[in-house]
């Protein structure tokens, strides 16, 4: 069975440029999730969807980040413009239903570096 | 909301000695919990969880964990270390509300010495 799909993996970019990472959950995954983890920390949930709707989005940064996932199954995440404090590991996870304690499944990440 | 707390951001210890890495939480209602473990360079993966039932769960790779409820507690361990354990720890934890908000705490990292 195919994992989720992260692209791309790494990433620089200067300070007040544009980047959009693309996801691919595992077939038949209703929920999907974007982390962020900065080094040395544990993820920090930043939008979760249930199919194309959004369930939660209530850390996410909204004056620069911006998510969308169309016909439930591929997902983007864009920062525009981005700061130095983005650098950050971005995950993409999902799960069968997003409800039960399901097992949340991770891409091995889009690694950011902003200069 | 939920919280999660990890007492011990790292953790040394010498192969084939047990270890225990602390996880404790806060949440008004009941919770689902999770161990996840990130090896260098790689994304999570489960290693166990607790849903219900038994306080005691057994995970991959000769881990477990024993819920606490009174302790709101959720502590992992492993009787003998190896070399392939060193990795970074995650505890999680879920409310059992509408949808699964999934909450992580800020990691142990495990270095196993040889």
């Known amino acids: 069975e195919a994992g989720v799909a992260q692209s791309p993996r790494y990433k620089i970019i200067e300070k007040r440029q544009s980047v959009a990472f693309w996801c691919n959950p595992i077939?038949?995954?209703?929920?999907l999730y974007w982390y962020q983890q900065i080094l040395g920390q544990g993820p920090k949930l930043l939008i979760q969807?249930?199919?194309?709707?959004?369930?939660?989005d209530s850390q996410l940064p909204k004056d620069r980040f911006s998510a969308e996932r169309l016909k439930g199954v591929d997902s983007t995440l864009k920062i525009q413009p981005a700061k130095l404090e983005d650098s950050a590991v971005y995950l993409c996870?999902?799960?069968?239903?997003?409800?039960?304690?399901?097992?949340?499944?991770f891409g091995e990440g889009s690694w950011l570096t902003v200069v | 909301a939920q919280s999660v707390t990890q007492l011990d951001s790292q953790v040394p210890v010498f192969e084939e000695a047990p270890v225990e890495l602390r996880c404790n939480y806060s949440s008004s209602v009941s919770v689902y919990l999770f161990w996840y473990v990130q090896y260098p360079n790689q994304g999570l993966q489960l290693l166990l969880k607790?849903?219900?039932?038994?306080?005691l769960v057994k995970g991959i790779n000769g881990f477990e964990a024993e819920f606490n409820k009174s302790q709101t507690s959720f502590h992992l361990r492993k009787p003998s270390v190896h070399i392939s354990d060193t990795a970074e720890y995650f505890c999680a934890v879920t409310e059992k509300t509408s949808y699964d908000k999934v909450i992580f705490g800020p990691g142990t990292s495990l270095s196993v010495i040889p």
């Open positions: 077939s038949g995954h209703a929920t």
């Open positions: 996870a999902s799960s069968l239903t997003g409800t039960s304690g399901n097992t949340i499944y």
């Open positions: 607790y849903l219900s039932g038994s306080t």
């Open positions: 969807f249930q199919n194309n709707g959004v369930v939660d």
